[in-house]
């Protein structure tokens, strides 16, 4: 094989490694919180390292799902959720 096709497939087998890395070692925490915005409610579930971090990244889906525009997306996320579950 040519240098240029060995060197991109070793580029493509480090992707994919870090990207399985980061999947199977780095989601310590599961969790689901619902939020109530505008009166429209969404319920989603996130992993991430902390459980802070899955919390925000959760609420971040849901606003996504029931806020339109920067404004209200900022709005939402400011929004405390109505219930917070911690998922095994």
Known sequence: ??????????IVAVI??????????????RV?????FKGRSSCKIARAETQE????RAVDNACGE????????LACGRTQ?????VLK
């Not at 094989?1 to 070793?10: E, Q, T």
């Not at 689901?32 to 109530?36: I, K, R």
């Open 1 to 10: 094989m040519k240098r240029p096709v060995l060197v991109g497939i070793l």
């Open 16 to 29: 994919l490694g870090i990207i399985v890395y980061s999947s199977l070692g780095l989601s310590n925490s």
């Open 32 to 36: 689901e919180v619902c939020l109530e």
């Open 53 to 56: 971090e899955a919390i925000r």
């Open 66 to 73: 029931l806020a339109s525009g920067v404004t209200e997306v």
């Open 81 to 85: 959720p109505s219930k917070i579950n």
